[in-house]
Every structure is written in C-alpha cells, then in structure tokens.
C-alpha cells in the first residue's frame, strides 16, 4: 500500500524544503561519472514535484546549486549549468499542464547568461499557475543572503525609510529572497549527511529535519510521502510545554 493513504491531507506541510544531495556518490556506485548523477536526479525531481502536488503541499524549496558549488571542477559546474538550462526548457510545458508555479532565490545574476534567460522565461510562462509553487535555490546561500538583506537594511537606514530602533522580524524577512514565501515546516536532507549546509538558516529556525540515507537520485514520490508521515508523528512546540499544546486543543 502506498504512504500517500496514510498522510493527514489537513495535516500536510505547506512548504517543504530539500537538499537534493548524493548524485555523485550515486553515479559512482553505478560506476558513472559524477554528471550522470545529477541527469538521473532531474527524475527524482519530477517525481517529487508530481507527489507534493498531488497532497496539496503549497511550496517545495530544491537546493540545486550552492555558493559553495562554484568551487567545484569546472566541468562539472558547466554540466551542471547546461543541465538547468536544458531541463527548465524541456520542463516548463509539464509544468504548466501541472499548474505548477516556477520562481527562483540566491545570487541569480551570477548565472551564465543562457541560464538566467532561460529561468527568467520560464518564471514568466508559469506565472499564472495557481498550484505548487516549486522554488530553486540557485547560486542560493543562507550567509550570501542575510549579507544582501544587511546591505539593503542599512542602505534603506540612511535614507530614512527604516529606523533602527523599529527592525522586527517582519523586517528582515522583508529583506530576504524568501519574502513572498512562507517559512518552510519540514526540510528534507538526502544522502546521510546531517547538516545545513548554507541553506535557509533563518527559514528553517522552527522547521522539522528529515535525514536519510537515500541517494537523491533514488528518492522518489513513496520516499517523500514517507517524510511527510514522520513530520505528521512530530510535536511542534515552539518553545511551549507539551502539556499547553494538548490543553489549548
Ligand atoms: C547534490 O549531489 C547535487 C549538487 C550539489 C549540485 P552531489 O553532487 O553533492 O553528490 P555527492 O554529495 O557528491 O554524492
Ligand atoms: C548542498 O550539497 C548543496 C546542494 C544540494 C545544492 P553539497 O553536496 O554541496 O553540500 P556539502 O558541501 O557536502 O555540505
Ligand atoms: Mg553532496
């Protein structure tokens, strides 16, 4: 039986975050080179953007590329940018038969050219679509991000439109890539590595974290569905007791 039957449809996360990470170490078991771990990955992607639409999650964040990423072999960092470009074309008709809404964050004028035209096209044909709203997180880190919403932060302070003494959490959010999304409730990290890796380290402050072991390029629909019922087993008390959470029931 699948795990879909047995996922609370009221109890679903609305916005579940992914670091898409072992496609190397993938490959290598297959005996392939890196770059087939990352081509076999885009079906995973597929897959798990096809299974968070079908249980009404609202917005899925994939890690595809890091700051960090930059400073791997330049083929690969090559690969990987052809790879974007030619999967986000080939893409963009499911995703709009999908009602599948595209929108990216990071650093994207540091993409080659090619890629941003193709990203920004591709935001613009499925800017209308009212379902999933899939985010990449592209050329994406948390540090580069908090330094750009700190530059804008004082900027905006010397000219008058903020005042120091009122910042609020509410404001910083203003400031980061994330500011029309709301903060994800489940991250999900592949491959058995336990950390963050740069990602969303605001976002995720109150976010559940899902480890496993499973290569990204194996981790498919039943994979995510089982994540969404281990976040459903989770008490989330935001710093309360657990007996006030039963209470307020
Ligand atoms: C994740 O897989 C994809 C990207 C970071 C682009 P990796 O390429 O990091 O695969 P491993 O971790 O080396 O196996
Ligand atoms: C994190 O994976 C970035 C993406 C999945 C895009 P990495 O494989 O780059 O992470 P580290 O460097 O091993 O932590
Ligand atoms: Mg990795």
């Known amino acids: 039986m699948s795990h879909k039957n047995s996922i609370d449809l009221q109890k679903v996360p609305q916005h579940i975050a992914i670091i898409m990470d072992g496609n190397g170490r993938w490959a290598k078991q297959q005996g392939e080179n890196r770059i087939?771990?990352?081509?076999?990955g885009v079906n995973s992607v597929r897959d798990v953007v096809e299974a968070a639409g079908e249980v009404g999650v609202k917005y899925i964040t994939l890690y595809a590329f890091s700051t960090e990423n930059w400073n791997r072999p330049k083929e690969e960092v090559d690969a990987l940018m052809e790879l974007l470009v030619s999967t986000i074309s080939a893409e963009t008709p499911q995703l709009n038969k999908k009602n599948v809404r595209l929108q990216a964050i990071g650093n994207l004028n540091s993409l080659p050219t090619a890629c941003l035209q193709e990203l920004n096209e591709s935001i613009d044909l499925t800017s209308k679509n009212t379902g999933l709203t899939l985010v990449l997180a592209l050329s994406y880190s948390s540090k580069w991000e908090l330094i750009d919403a700190v530059k804008h932060i004082v900027a905006d302070a010397k000219k008058g439109v903020l005042n120091a003494d009122d910042i609020t959490e509410k404001h910083i959010e203003q400031?980061?890539?994330?500011?029309?999304?709301?903060?994800?409730?489940?991250?999900?990290?592949?491959s058995g590595e336990h950390r963050i890796s740069n990602f969303l380290l605001w976002q995720l402050a109150y976010a559940e974290f899902y480890f496993t072991d499973t290569l990204w390029p194996d981790f498919r629909k039943e994979d995510l569905y089982e994540a969404i019922l281990n976040y459903q087993t989770r008490e989330r008390r935001f710093g309360k007791t657990s007996e006030q959470l039963t209470q307020s029931k």
């Open 36 to 40: 087939y771990g990352h081509y076999e």
């Open 175 to 190: 400031y980061l890539c994330t500011r029309h999304i709301p903060d994800p409730e489940l991250m999900i990290r592949t």
